[in-house]
């Protein structure tokens, strides 16, 4: 696609219910990116994908997280039993680069309210 | 160990000037940077890397100060699509095997007025 896409652009959820947010990158891209923005915050980083191989899944904030991207395409994050804090905007990007210093796009995000 | 910009907001008329900086206490490797519109995506503007350079393009470009390990956004003639927040993201020398992260600052709130 022309760009990187993300759905659903919002979604409420009552809290304890499971979510799976989903980005189809650029096609072709090798890197992609997960990040969670918080109002008024910059993104903060959540995992890193390598084609099919998540390499950096340090900012997960807890088990509840989970992300895939199976065959090195879309991409699947899913957070179990959503808690309140959860509410944020989740920034997917790709990149046709591996780190460092590649050009990275992002998505228009979907914003996660918990409820 | 995120990085700090500076100023958090600046107001500008049109065909004003300003300058945004990125300062980081780890070395780092490069910078990028981005603006982004309420509700919209962050985009793409540059990357920096190490050894101290320079880019632009229009009326927007930016340096790298490997000495000071900050690096500055200069907007000149600034025009009313220029408003949004910017922000920062740096990867270090020394992120260590197995990270991939770009660091973002809190950005910089920039609004232009007629």
């Known amino acids: 696609g022309a760009g990187v896409s993300q759905s659903p652009r919002y979604k409420v959820a009552k809290r304890g219910q499971d979510v799976a947010l989903r980005c189809d990158p650029i096609s072709g891209h090798v890197s992609l990116f997960w990040y969670q923005q918080a109002l008024g915050q910059g993104p903060e980083f959540l995992t890193y994908f390598q084609n099919e191989a998540q390499l950096d899944k340090s900012g997960l904030p807890s088990d509840r997280f989970f992300a895939e991207r199976p065959e090195g395409s879309v991409s699947t994050l899913k957070i179990q039993r959503t808690q309140q804090e959860d509410s944020a905007v989740y920034l997917c990007?790709?990149?046709?680069?591996?780190?460092?210093?590649?050009?990275?796009?992002f998505g228009q995000g979907t914003r996660l309210t918990v409820v | 160990q995120q990085p700090v910009q500076s100023p958090q907001a600046v107001i500008l008329r049109e065909g004003e000037d300003a300058v945004i900086n990125c300062s980081s206490s780890?070395?780092?490797?490069?910078v990028h940077w981005y603006r982004q519109k309420h509700g919209e995506a962050p985009v793409f503007l540059m990357i920096l890397l190490k050894g101290g350079e320079q880019k632009g393009h229009d009326k927007i470009s930016a340096s790298f100060n490997e000495k000071k390990q900050q690096s500055s956004l200069y907007l000149t003639a600034s025009q009313l699509s220029y408003s949004g927040t910017y922000f920062c993201g740096t990867e270090w020398e020394d992120s260590g095997a197995g990270s991939y992260q770009l660091t973002f600052g809190k950005g910089t709130k920039l609004s232009v007025i007629p």
């Open positions: 780890k070395a780092l490797y490069s």
């Open positions: 990007a790709s990149s046709l680069v591996a780190p460092p210093a590649g050009e990275a796009f």
